[in-house]
């Protein structure tokens, strides 16, 4: 099914240690997001990607980096994961300006 | 900045109409969304609407929206348990066409 694949769906990380959260589209969309949400604040954008080639933040972008790998792949990294850093993280894709953005199912990521 | 505030909780029962309701700040949105998140997923699009445009209907989702007082509505005619979820307003951000999304609306439909 044509779609925003996120792996992996559930994750536990100690404090500290690192990890890749991957996101890939298959519907040739030109822009890729990674949001996360929290109860009551509804979905923060931390980077985002216009186009293959280029990222720019967003509005909660400190402790993450990401990767815009080729068209279809946008990865997001938490370098030295902490506890507020538990949250449920969305990757997204757009490419018609009408439509909005088509979402994968989410990472559940805890950090203990 | 862009802003877009929704109440966080609303409860109705099966069968009666629900109106989520949504403000947001940037008066040069063209289009505005509803998204609904059901339990353990990711969003999925509603509908959405063009700013030229006071109301759009969709079968039970009628959209209306007042550009005078930036207030964008949802009501769902007819609400049924499968109803049950989040919604979240979004309008798009012309600068760069990121979307920006309100708190959230969680919807409960009592039987």
């Known amino acids: 099914n044509a779609g925003v694949t996120q792996t992996p769906k559930f994750q536990v990380l100690k404090t500290g240690q690192s990890m890749t959260l991957q996101c890939a589209q298959d519907?040739?969309?030109?822009?890729m997001y990674w949001y996360r949400q929290d109860p009551g604040m509804g979905l923060r954008l931390i980077y985002y990607?216009?186009?293959?080639?280029?990222?720019d933040k967003g509005e909660v972008p400190n402790g993450y980096n990401v990767s815009r790998l080729n068209k279809r792949e946008f990865s997001l990294r938490l370098e030295s994961a902490a506890p507020s850093q538990t949250s449920v993280y969305f990757c997204?894709?757009?490419?018609?300006?009408?439509?909005?953005?088509?979402f994968g199912s989410g990472t559940r990521l805890t950090v203990v | 900045g862009e802003d877009v505030e929704q109440s966080l909780f609303l409860s109705v029962r099966e069968g009666d109409s629900s109106v989520i309701n949504c403000t947001y700040t940037?008066?040069?949105?063209?289009?505005l969304y509803w998204y609904k998140q059901e339990p353990g997923a990711g969003l999925q699009l509603l509908t959405y609407?063009?700013?030229?445009?006071d109301m759009k209907q969709d079968q039970r989702l009628t959209v209306l929206l007042n550009k005078k007082d930036k207030h964008l509505s949802l009501r769902i005619a007819d609400t049924q348990t499968g109803d049950s979820a989040i919604y979240f307003c979004?309008?798009?951000?012309?600068?760069?066409?990121?979307?920006?999304f309100g708190q959230g609306t969680e919807l409960s439909v009592k039987p």
């Open positions: 997204a894709s757009s490419g018609n300006r009408v439509n909005g953005y088509t």
């Open positions: 519907m040739n969309h030109n822009s």
């Open positions: 990607s216009a186009s293959e080639g280029t990222t």
């Open positions: 940037d008066s040069s949105s063209t289009y």
């Open positions: 609407i063009f700013s030229n445009m």
């Open positions: 979004a309008e798009k951000d012309n600068q760069g066409g990121k979307l920006i």
